[in-house]
Structure formats: structure tokens, C-alpha cells
């Protein structure tokens, strides 16, 4: 059987979490790799388990986006959506099956079974939240999940043809940048782009959190457009992107061009982080990487929601007083 390589590749999220803390990069990336294997040790059996665990907040979002997706493939395919009770409906019934599974299955030795997905908060310890916190968090995904029935973007798909659509969360997107002479494959998952009948491109970011800052997802919109431009050949002004909260605002239009300047000096800082992370790692194309290269997060705020707490023990301690050190408000959901 040939083995898996390890192949340095990049996408912002990935880009975000080295700039967060280049240990937990680590971790995810390379720490549990070979985990699944039979003859792997211990620990690394036990870090590529916690690598499939995921938080309340990205879980929720994922099935509304997969939700989202399965209703735009239906828009292509000329077939009616379904009543959107129906919809929020299944949407809960598969959260609290997967609640369920995770919280009686955490035998902690192996990672969740295909299929089902493993929750970090059931791990215990400082992960644990109350059974009170998820209630309102499957009430919010339902809302996301019926914003997508409210959005501007449906009467839009449905007035459109069906060629037009150009993505649809169905793939993952591809594009090289050089740097230092490696060809670096730069992914992206492109929730929704299709052409409107005026010949623009619309390129729409499903967000199931609070509306953040104007420009807090400048960096992912515009390699998206740079992707369009270099892979589609599309015209950098015809392009024009935004997040639709669908929690929160999805009536609103809030699609803007990016120019190109904002291209250029995103594509800088995402090569220099690329060069950043390219200087930790031992050999990008075999994959070989050692811990002490990744340097830990000096703010303790990165390390609550961090599975690999308990393989980090150089990690940095939360101040005494309450208050202090705390993260930004997030969007995440």
C-alpha cells in the first residue's frame, strides 16, 4: 500500500490558525499524522483523535452549510425546495442524533466513527459546558438554517440559470502561488458564485455568526477573487463578494468589489505567512516537521478552546484576575 505524504498546502483558515499559535498549527497538521495507523504510538494515536473532534460552534455551522449547499443543488437541478419547517426541522433531528452519539460514545481512545461527529465539549474537563448552553445554540442554528429561505440570494438563484452557478461549497478550489520557488497549492471552499444577469460575479459567504467589522473577512473574499481572476479569467471589477449573516441580517445586500491593490497586499501577507510557516517545517514535500520548531501562543486566550491543552505543557497560564487577556468578540456562531 503506498504511504501518505504529508504535503505542505495552505488555506487561510490554516493561515489564521498558525498566526493564532504555530504549535497548535502544528498539532492539527502534523502532530496526530499516521495517527489512524495500527503501529503508531500512543500519543500520536491520541493527538490524530483529538484532530477529529470538533466545537459546538464549527458543527452547527458545517450542517447549516451543508443544508444551505443540498438546497442550492436542488435550485440547479430545476427541482422545488422544500417547505422550510421541513427543513429546520431535519436540520435538528440530525443535531441532537449527533449530540447524542458524541456525548455516549467518548470511549477516548478512538476517533468518532465515519459518519458521526465527535463534540470536544464531551471530552470534560475545561471543555465542558452546561446542558443549558446547547439548547439555544441548535435554536440559532434552526434560524441560520431558515435565514437561507429569507436571504436576498434565493429569489436570485431561483430567477437564475442554472449554468450560472459557478460554485457551490460542492468542491474544493485550487490555485498555486510560488514561493521561494516551491509551488504552493492554496485551497478554498467557495460557499456560493454564480454570474447575475447584468454579467457580474456574485460571490457569497455563508456566515451562521454575529456580523462582525466591515473588513473582517477582507482576506478570504479577496483570495477568492483572486482565484476567479486567475483560474476563471474573470475581470477583477465584474466581481463582487460579501457574507450573508443568516442568523441575523440575510435580507441584506453586502457585496462589494475588492481592488485590486487589496488583491496585491492580501496575496503579500498570505506569502509571507506561507514563507513564515515554510521556515518552521524541516521538509514541506515529505511532510517532516519537529514540535520545538512551532513556538507556543503567548496569549492564554488561544489555548481554552485548544484540544491539544494536554500535550502542551509549555503552554501559557490565564492571568489571576478575571478579565483579562480576553479573546475579541467572535463571529463564529
Known sequence: MTRLVNTFSYSHSRGE?????????????????GGWERSADPVTREIYRLTKLSNRYLWTGHHVHDRVERLIALIANGQPLPPEGEERTGLIDTLRREYAHSKKDRSGHNPPRKGFWGLLEHEGRDFAVPDADWKPLVARAGEALG???RSWVLPELREADPASILDRDAELRTAHLDVEGLEVPVHMKIDLAYRSPDGTVRVVDWKTGRPGSPDEHEGQLALYAWYYGRERGIPLDSIFLGPVYLAYRP?????????????DSVL?????TIREILSCIDDPILGVARKERFPVTSRSFHCRDCPFRPFCPDRPRPPASRGEDLPPETSSF
Open 147 to 149: 435565514g437561507f429561505y
Open 251 to 263: 435580507e441584506n445586500v453586502e457585496l462589494q468589489s475588492v481592488s485590486a491593490e487589496t488583491v
Open 268 to 272: 503579500q501577507e498570505t506569502v509571507a
Open 17 to 33: 490558525l498558525f498566526r493564532e499559535c504555530p504549535r497548535r498549527y502544528w498539532f492539527a497538521r502534523y502532530g496526530g499524522w
